[in-house]
């Protein structure tokens, strides 16, 4: 099961590389694609709206999973 979490966060973050399966990414390899996919998903900035919590929510709980 924490295998399962740890991929599905690397996928939210669109982490997955072939290097991320040898070795996890760096502290700030994930704060820095936490920020630009928040960037993204952020209504301020084109999303929708009605995604938008929820995507922010799965984009905070795949930091804190990968950041442990």
């Known amino acids: ?3 399962l979490r740890l991929a599905r966060a690397l996928r939210v973050l669109r ?3 072939d290097r ?3 070795a ?3 502290r700030r390899d994930v704060h820095q694609a936490f920020r630009d996919q ?3 998903a952020h209504p301020d900035h084109g999303a929708d709206d009605d995604v ?3 995507r922010i929510a799965d984009l905070a709980e795949a930091r ?3 950041l442990g």
């Open 38 to 40: 928040l960037r993204a």
């Open 64 to 66: 804190r999973i990968l």
């Open 52 to 54: 938008a919590a929820e």
């Open 20 to 22: 991320s399966r040898h």
């Open 24 to 26: 996890p990414p760096s």
């Open 15 to 17: 982490l997955v590389t």
């Open 1 to 3: 099961a924490a295998v």
